[in-house]
């Protein structure tokens, strides 16, 4: 999971991802840190919203090319371990 959370970040610093990627995920990590829901978490259910967020915003980077922001979440965690 860190290796995802370093890979997003290091994405956003590189110009690898277009204009529409950035800001989906953007858009995204603003979704999960308002305090609106689509489904208020604390009904049953309640955090569904917020993983498909999470999980669209992996496929994107999953799908993207991102080999630089990559190496450097690899080298970060890397220094996490030492």
């Known amino acids: 999971?860190?290796?995802?959370?370093?890979?997003?970040?290091?994405?956003?610093?590189?110009?690898?991802?277009?204009?529409?990627?950035?800001?989906?995920?953007?858009?995204?990590?603003?979704?999960?840190?308002?305090?609106?829901?689509?489904?208020?978490?604390?009904?049953?259910?309640?955090?569904?919203d917020d993983m498909i967020f999470i999980s669209l915003v992996f496929k994107v980077i999953l799908t993207s090319d991102i080999s630089l922001a990559k190496e450097k979440a690899n080298k970060k965690i890397s220094e996490f371990y030492r």
């Open 1 to 48: 999971m860190l290796f995802y959370v370093l890979v997003s970040y290091y994405a956003l610093e590189t110009s690898n991802l277009n204009k529409k990627e950035k800001g989906f995920i953007y858009a995204s990590i603003l979704y999960l840190i308002c305090p609106l829901d689509l489904i208020p978490d604390f009904l049953p259910g309640g955090y569904l």
